[in-house]
């Protein structure tokens, strides 16, 4: 039909131009709306009440367990720190206990984070309050868990395994939330250089950092960040990976993000390798901190444009004709 429409269309003078225009003002809008209301209804189906199923009620444990563990490991820890959010984490894993037992392995690790919780506290000398000491009491009653440890490392061995083979390698990278020194732009630009060499779809190459090196403007940028509380005023430069927008069409709508997060785990391996201690950071956030953030800090010499969305900022970041062979200074851009 397709085929029968086209040499039809190839006799008649200036129909084929028309025909593309349609394509390009109304055929193609319309299949990408039909795209993004499917991914708009999947998302909407799955997503809100996730946490009616076992799944979803698990990310959610994990994630509240995972803040009460980085409280754990913060530089200048605080005792006593996140009453309420411990309170409400015992409860929700009483609630999973319930409905689904306590043999799941992530539930048995947040029992166990919550007993670490409760001996550091007790070897420090520090009175919890009644209530919590009687929550984490009964919690460790009803599933007995030994208390976990967060891992304590020297700079010597969190470095001890640059050169060694890939599984010690990479098994030696971690998260890194208390940082001290600075780091400087040859490590930057080396750690790039060595990240370029992640594959992209049909080698566009269209990811690309921003490091700011002003210690002003990184931390006025991660106070726009909700991950990095405790830590994040240690940091001497913030990396922004950014990806072009101009540079996917139609069914490609999500490949930036697979793109660039291939490129963010390569940027991970070659920061550790160039000896940079770094910690990922989401940016989770409704769209409005994230383009001011863009706009006023981190490209102020952006031109205005038309549309005030944080992908309309992040489109022009930069030259997306890149490819993985150009030179590295059109891959990394420095906001001082
Ligand atoms: C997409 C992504 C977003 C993350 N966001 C944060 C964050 O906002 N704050 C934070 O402290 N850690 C954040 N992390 C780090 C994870 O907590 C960490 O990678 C995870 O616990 C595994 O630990 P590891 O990196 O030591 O292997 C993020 C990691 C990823 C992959």
Redesign the pocket.
Known sequence: MKKQLRNFLKKIPGAKAAYRLVCRLFLEPWKMRGMFAYDRRRFLKFSPHSRETKAGALAALIMSY?IIE?GLTMPDFRLGFGREKLLALIRNLHDFADKYGTDEPQFRAAVAVIAEYGKTHADAGFALDEERSRAIAALLERVPVAPSRQIEMTRERYWANLDAPFEAFSAS???V?NFSGSVSVEQIRDAVALANGAPSACNRQYVRVHCVTDRALVRKCLAL????RG?GHLADKLLVLTADLRAVWGAERNDLFTNAGIYLMNLCYALHKNRVAH????WSTPPQPIARCARFWLFPNLKPSSSSSPAAMFRKSSSWRLRRGNPLMKRLCFTE
Do not use: I, T
């Open positions: 995972h980085k990278r971690h998260s939330r960040q909700n991950g990095n830590f910690c990922l950071l989401n």
